[in-house]
């Protein structure tokens, strides 16, 4: 690598560029005159006035690491005047604070101004802007929020602290855990909620809810198709030609056959061949009894009729008012249960359909 001269323009360029007075933004910069947003500011007009990070950390003392936390931070609190925030915040980001709205980066910008009203509400220092960021982003992956939860900063905290604590058996680890969502909880439903996981460690171990046995198609050979069949040679050609075309819809390619029967062609795993009385059924993951997935997603559940017999680790389908219900019993039930979940099968993922039939494409 080249190193660069001090007398080379790239390290000190035109001392006026165009609307940019260099010597006045550097004199800002040595004598740390004004607040953190200007220093970022003009860190920004230096940059692109053509002075590298390395020029301007020997004309100022500005280290580049600070540079780059200034400027995204001065940024940072531009989007938040364009949102609008309190006084509070504005005084406290116009004094310090660019580390902790550094972290704020990777939100929107109605997430941010949320965020920062929150980090100013509880006082948080850059580690604590840092983990109301994270949990604010994983929570706005979601599809919709958990139940309990709202979109609240606070609530993305807590919840995040709430799924941790669910997953601990140790009490004490358990307990720090449910402490710490109960710090950060926003709303009375949130609170409510982790104040469950509190009274279930007082009353000793309790018995989980299982996980569902979901599969994801990801093979081009584990997504097969069905072919119809026009008869046999010799085959006349118009019997070939007037045949009817099988036409395949949705994530999983159903075929409609005779417009009543719907058929679907599933690999031949362990578990379905081993199924006596095998049905389908088409839903989506919101309409589980549990929360499994960030995002809703067309499913497609695979029941057993013939197995009948209860059992804690697994879901069955029973009969509600004359409606298919799926239910989880930790004990025994009293309900007659109409058949076992052996299966609940994922679509094979697309990220481009029209990319994925054009071979060449993808090769080049």
Not at 110 to 127: K, T, Y
Not at 351 to 360: G, I, P, Q, T
Request: aromatic share 8%; hydrophobic share 40%.
């Amino acid at each position: 690598m080249t190193e660069i001269s001090p007398g080379t323009p790239e390290h000190h360029p035109q001392a006026d560029s165009g609307d940019v007075n260099v010597k006045e933004l550097l004199l800002l910069l040595r004598r740390k005159e004004s607040n953190w947003v200007e220093w970022g500011q003009a860190c920004q007009q230096l940059q692109k006035a053509g002075y590298s990070s390395q020029a301007i950390f020997e004309e100022t003392g500005f280290e580049p690491i600070q540079q780059n936390q200034v400027i995204v931070a001065s940024q940072v609190y531009a989007t938040l005047e364009k949102v609008g925030i309190s006084d509070a915040v504005r005084s406290r980001f116009e004094r310090t604070g660019s580390d902790s709205l550094y972290e704020l980066r990777i939100l929107t910008q109605p997430e941010r101004a949320a965020a920062a009203e929150f980090i100013v509400a509880r006082n948080l220092d850059s580690e604590g802007a840092r983990e109301v960021a994270k949990a604010v982003k994983e929570f706005s992956r979601r599809g919709s929020p958990p139940q309990g939860f709202s979109n609240h900063p606070g609530d993305a905290v807590a919840y995040g602290y709430w799924r941790s604590a669910r997953e601990h058996n140790d009490l004490q680890e358990r307990s720090r855990l449910i402490a710490r969502a109960l710090m950060f909880a926003h709303t009375q439903a949130a609170r409510q909620q982790i104040e469950k996981l509190l009274t279930e460690s007082v009353g000793g171990k309790q018995r989980h809810a299982p996980r569902f046995p979901f599969y994801r198609l990801e093979a081009e050979e584990g997504v097969p198709r069905l072919v119809p069949v026009a008869g046999q040679l010799p085959l006349k050609t118009n019997d070939l030609k007037d045949f009817p075309t099988l036409n395949s819809s949705g994530a999983f390619q159903l075929v409609e056959v005779s417009g009543k029967q719907i058929l679907m062609a599933i690999p031949g795993w362990q578990v379905i061949l081993q199924a006596q009385d095998l049905v389908g059924i088409l839903c989506n993951t919101s309409q589980l009894p549990t929360q499994t997935t960030d995002k809703p997603e067309d499913i497609l559940l695979l029941i057993d009729r013939i197995q009948q017999e209860w059992d804690a680790e697994s879901y069955f389908v029973v009969d509600q008012a004359g409606q298919i219900e799926i239910k989880w019993f930790p004990d025994a039930p009293d309900t007659t249960l109409l058949g076992r979940i052996i299966l609940v099968l994922r679509p094979k993922k697309i990220l481009d359909e029209a990319l994925s039939r054009d071979v060449w494409q993808i090769d080049e």
